[in-house]
């Protein structure tokens, strides 16, 4: 967050509601087993495609416009496209 400009205040809101997040696995009618995971969102956050952006924006800058690459993200799909005359 803080290398795409966003204030240190915000970083530190976005660090602390990511961190801590627990869930519960079962399977087959087993008992659920308690995980902790390293971060994540609440299912169905509003603000986890933001979060996803901001993750992955350095995939956007690895396609070199001039030499006619681009890339694309929306929601959480990126793709690249070259362009070229031949292969």
């Keep these: 967050l803080r290398k795409r400009g966003v204030p240190v205040e915000y970083a530190k809101w976005a660090h602390h509601k990511l961190k801590g997040r627990k869930t519960l696995l079962t399977f087959d009618g087993t008992d659920p087993v308690l995980f902790e995971l390293p971060c994540g969102t609440d299912q169905g956050c509003p603000s986890s495609g933001i979060w996803f952006q901001f993750y992955n924006a350095d995939l956007?800058?690895?396609?070199?416009?001039?030499?006619?690459?681009?890339?694309?993200?929306?929601?959480?799909?990126?793709?690249?496209?070259?362009?070229?005359d031949t292969m």
């Design 60 to 84: 956007l800058d690895i396609p070199q416009i001039h030499n006619e690459e681009y890339g694309v993200a929306f929601v959480d799909d990126t793709a690249y496209v070259a362009v070229a």
